[in-house]
């Protein structure tokens, strides 16, 4: 019932910076556990980073140095800022989390991707 919604993909030059957002449909649901995930045409789908209930992030070495994954402070929204993008960095980028409210807890909902593009 309960849908994550993303925004913030798009065209990018090389070397640019974008930032990627992720929010629960519904205003009661919070954000647990999450990552962002992206898939190029072709490419097996990779996991790029991670976030716990506690805040401790991970990243894959394709991308360490250059996203960040957070929440925001009523962890409501999932962010991934990315800088320095490379054309490599072309797919599409999926949120998936763990979702919560005072009576249900959901868990790996996805998100609907959004098309990151980066020129050279």
């Known amino acids: 019932q309960v849908q994550l919604v993303e925004s913030g993909g798009g065209l990018v030059q090389a070397g640019g910076s974008l930032r990627l957002s992720c929010t629960a449909s519904e205003s009661d649901f919070t954000i647990n556990s999450a990552a962002w995930y992206r898939q190029a045409p072709g490419k097996e789908r990779e996991r790029v980073a991670q976030?716990?209930?506690?805040?401790?992030?991970r990243y894959a070495d394709s991308v360490k140095g250059r996203f960040t994954i957070s929440r925001d402070n009523a962890k409501t929204t999932l962010y991934l800022q990315m800088n320095g993008l490379k054309p490599e960095d072309t797919a599409v980028y999926y949120c998936?989390?763990?979702?919560?409210?005072?009576?249900?807890?959901?868990?790996?909902?996805w998100g609907q991707g959004t098309q990151v593009t980066v020129s050279s």
């Open positions: 998936n989390a763990d979702l919560a409210k005072p009576a249900l807890r959901l868990r790996e909902i």
């Open positions: 976030i716990t209930m506690g805040g401790t992030t």
